[in-house]
């Protein structure tokens, strides 16, 4: 027995004419809470919704726990999917809502109680059993449809942008719950975001899909540290990049960006370098710019500069004397901070 | 203050225009006296005693009861699947199917009738009964579709997959999920459906062989003939059925929501 839950292999996803996933290959293994991050219309519904079997896939195969369920029909899969606008039952109370596909299982009476009655508790909304969808909170009913998906205990559970209809408060309340959840019941999750601080937050394993492909994949360490294309360095926050132009000595090389150039005293092979704000070392070093914007963030300062490479975003401890928009300061992209980067995959 | 009186009368003559009819049917069938007359010739409660009495009455009056509720039925199992095809699914033309749905509404009912008769009664032989089931439901048909259409188009979709991911085929999904969630709409459609078909006149108008007739029909020929109170009463009981029933159901369902 695979310890692998759900595989994905050269999976086609389209609508019509609209190749939305050209291939996608993943294996997801048992137990496992990964993270499908990705902007915008990168196709992360369209592969849950493959999962979950109300798409059909135009070519490909989907495998659950080790069988082939590419031709199963969704109500037969065993997969939970928590929608993203909930999808309560409006006519059915709490209860009743969690009690659903029990009742189409026809489990006995006091089963369907007792598993109800557990599925409320663990979301904290037992008192609540008796309200009406319409009578919660966006909260309360995001708990509400996640119970109703956990009491049938699904092989996956997938949840589609599962805090993104919540505010600031109740997202870092609901992160830590869905994360204790999957801790306390192993179930094996995988959940939509397109906000990197709630994947590198929660997920054991991060998928990063730009156009349909997997970009890269990786602990969150891995992807915050050490992403591989331009595309996952500017998703987990690497805002300074520039491209390689060329070397112009042993010891030397350029860096270019759309409005000029930078001459750095090492060199790399990589088609691109690429810096985190905090990277960027202010105060001292070989190159100079111009402040042109400073904000104050609490721990550090926030600055834009204005290079000859154009704008380079650097961050600096707090404690360190503030410098005035207009002002010169030099600056050092350390070789130590620089991330070689791919172009593309 | 002049503005307060203008609109003051606006509102009283308006209300007198709509209601005042009601009043004067609802008197002149408590007339003492054997013609249709307004004011009435004293008071009394023999016209609408009777009503119940005229034979004629009784059979269509029954007929009347059956077309209205069984043909809005039969509308409603053909439209409630219709308008739930055309809400959720991109048929091509589905705006084309709306419109057609929509044909008996717009065609003067007496076009429909004699169509019914000249096509389907004389040459295919169907009996005056079928023709008028025929006609009565595919009346109704419109309503249905409009009415569970407004309420479909409320429903959102997503609760249907969430139904099948929990285990529903289809068509559960739509009788677990779907249909409790328009329930009200359904019974909005029927309600409407129903006083449609009852108060129908110029479709059945050619559609009435020996002894199949419905009530306004039959109404209309009986006074013809007697011209007495007893039309004016029977009216009026009829006017208090459906007001009964729109009352009920504006009370359990919130039927004005829907028409
Ligand atoms: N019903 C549809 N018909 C045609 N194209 C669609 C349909 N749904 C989605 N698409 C296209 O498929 C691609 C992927 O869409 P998808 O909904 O999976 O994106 P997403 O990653 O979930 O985006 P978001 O973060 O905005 O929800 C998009 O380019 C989108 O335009
Ligand atoms: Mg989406």
């Avoid at chain 1, 059993?129 to 509400?144: H, N, T, V």
């Amino acid at each position: 027995m695979s310890d692998t839950a759900v595989s994905l292999q050269n999976l086609t996803l389209a609508y019509g004419e609209t190749v939305a996933v050209p291939s996608l290959n993943l294996d997801i293994h048992k137990g496992e809470l990964v993270a499908l991050l990705g902007p915008s219309g990168c196709g992360k519904t369209t592969t849950m919704r493959a999962i979950a079997g109300l798409m059909t896939p135009r070519s490909g195969t989907i495998m659950i726990d080790g069988v082939d369920v590419t031709k199963v029909s969704a109500n037969k899969r065993g997969v939970g999917l928590v929608f993203q606008s909930y999808a309560l039952f409006p006519h059915l109370s709490g209860f009743e809502n969690v009690a659903f596909g029990l009742r189409l299982k026809r489990t006995p009476a006091a089963v369907i109680t007792q598993k109800v009655e557990a599925g409320l508790e663990l979301v904290g909304l037992s008192h609540l059993a008796e309200r009406m969808p319409a009578e919660l909170s966006g909260g309360q009913q995001q708990r509400l449809s996640l119970a109703r998906s956990l009491v049938m205990e699904p092989k996956v559970l997938l949840l589609d942008e599962p805090l993104s209809n919540l505010d600031a408060r109740l997202r870092l309340e609901m992160r830590t719950e869905l994360q204790t959840l999957q801790r306390q019941t192993g179930i094996t999750m995988v959940f939509v975001t397109h906000d990197q601080a709630e994947a590198l937050a929660l997920a054991d394993r991060i998928v990063l899909m730009k156009d349909g492909v997997i970009e890269q994949t990786g602990t969150p360490e891995d992807l915050y540290n050490r992403p591989n294309t331009v595309f996952a360095a500017d998703f987990v926050g690497f805002e300074n990049i520039f491209k390689v132009s060329g070397n112009t000595a042993s010891n030397s090389m350029v860096i270019a960006s759309d409005t000029g150039e930078l001459n750095l005293n090492y060199r790399s092979d990589a088609s691109h370098l690429a810096w985190r704000p905090e990277g960027v070392i202010i105060g001292s070093g070989p190159h100079a710019g111009v402040v042109a914007g400073v904000a104050f963030a609490g721990n550090k300062r926030e600055y834009v500069i204005t290079t000859d490479a154009g704008k380079i975003r650097a961050d600096v401890d707090a404690s360190e004397s503030a410098v005035q928009i207009g002002e010169t300061v030099s600056f050092e992209l350390p070789e130590s901070s620089a991330r070689p980067l791919r172009e593309a995959l | 203050m002049g503005k307060t009186w203008a609109s003051r009368l606006i509102i009283f003559t308006t209300l007198l225009f709509l209601i005042g009819p009601f009043f004067i049917i609802i008197f002149a069938g408590l007339s003492a006296g054997s013609s249709l007359s307004f004011p009435p010739q004293g008071l009394s409660l023999k016209w609408y005693l009777a009503v119940f009495e005229v034979e004629s009455f009784r059979q269509s009056f029954t007929l009347s009861m059956f077309l209205a509720v069984c043909g809005t039925l039969c509308a409603l199992i053909i439209g409630v699947p219709a308008a739930y095809a055309i809400c959720r699914y991109k048929i091509p033309g589905a705006e084309t199917i709306k419109l057609i749905v929509a044909a008996p509404i717009i065609v003067p009912g007496i076009i429909v009738g004699l169509a019914l008769l000249r096509y389907l009664v004389v040459p295919l032989n169907f009996t005056v009964t079928l023709a008028l089931f025929l006609a009565h439901t595919a009346l109704v048909l419109p309503y249905a579709v409009r009415v569970v259409s407004a309420s479909l188009e409320n429903l959102r979709t997503d609760i249907e997959e969430a139904a099948v991911l929990l285990g529903c085929t289809r068509l559960q999904a739509f009788s677990k999920v779907v249909l409790p969630n328009i329930r009200s709409g359904i019974l909005a459609a029927f309600i409407l459906g129903f006083v449609t078909s009852f108060n129908q006149v110029p479709v059945s108008l050619f559609l009435s062989g020996p002894g199949v007739r419905t009530l306004p029909i039959d109404m209309l020929d009986y006074m013809e003939i007697t011209y007495d109170p007893s039309v004016a009463a029977l009216s009026a009981l009829l006017a208090f059925l459906s007001m009964g029933i729109v009352f009920i159901a504006e009370k359990t369902l919130g039927f004005s929501r829907y028409v």
